[in-house]
């Protein structure tokens, strides 16, 4: 089983849609979490990191859901600009950050 | 905005040369990594760096090697580059906090031909 496990989609929604997408996590002591955006042949960007209570950003809710061993990514009122693929990122309170496929969301008109 | 840089950003070069990749900060950040990316697949670790003088390979094994004998400053070489190198290589620093998140550099799209 991976570490990390995201839906690779794509997952097509048209514009102002809303679309949630998780990423699910195999070690019980993981520790911190991130969500990164990455365009086509770009370098990831951080979009947010994932706090124990949740925490939004705009249009942007992330929350960790530690007895299930899940964190999901809420993108409200989709723009077309939000077309990407997501990354989901887990640190085991090591040095190294361990990163998912990826999940490709396509926004349309 | 982070403050990494990554040099060259396109690079084709030929069978059997030398190359090294660089990767330079200025956020004083003590991790550093390099990852490997093919289109449209996921990011693989192949070396990083906790600090001056420590480096350590990935989980991809890698036929490059890397220096840390500055801070700011994490090149990466290929001795010998294969067509099998080419890829996307991105580089990225991290604070000293176990949940502080990565910057990354834009890349080097290195083509062996």
């Known amino acids: 089983r991976k570490e990390v496990e995201q839906d690779p989609g794509p997952f097509n929604v048209p514009e102002g849609a809303t679309v949630a997408f998780n990423c699910t996590y195999s070690?019980?002591?993981?520790?911190?979490f991130f969500w990164y955006r990455q365009d086509c042949r770009k370098e990831p960007k951080l979009l947010m990191s994932?706090?124990?209570s949740g925490n939004e950003d705009g249009r942007f809710t992330a929350q960790l859901n530690r007895a299930s061993q899940y964190i999901s990514l809420l993108i409200r009122d989709s723009k077309l600009s939000d077309s990407a693929t997501y990354l989901c990122v887990v640190n085991l309170n090591t040095d190294k950050l361990i990163f998912g496929t990826g999940t490709r969301l396509q926004v349309f008109p | 905005e982070a403050d990494i840089y990554q040099t060259p950003r396109y690079l084709v070069i030929g069978t059997g040369k030398k190359i090294t990749l660089e990767c330079s900060q200025t956020m004083g950040h003590d991790k550093m990594y390099w990852y490997q990316q093919d289109p449209g697949m996921e990011l693989h670790l192949i070396h990083y760096s906790y600090g001056v003088n420590s480096t350590e390979k990935g989980d991809l094994s890698s036929e490059s090697t890397v220096s840390r004998i500055r801070t700011e400053h994490f090149p990466l070489t290929l001795e010998s580059a294969r067509p099998s190198h080419t890829s996307q290589y991105l580089c990225?620093?991290?604070?000293?906090?176990?949940?502080?998140?990565?910057?990354f550099g834009n890349g080097t799209r290195l083509t062996v031909t």
């Open positions: 994932v706090y124990s």
């Open positions: 070690n019980s002591a993981s520790q911190s």
């Open positions: 990225a620093s991290g604070g000293h906090a176990y949940n502080s998140p990565l910057h």
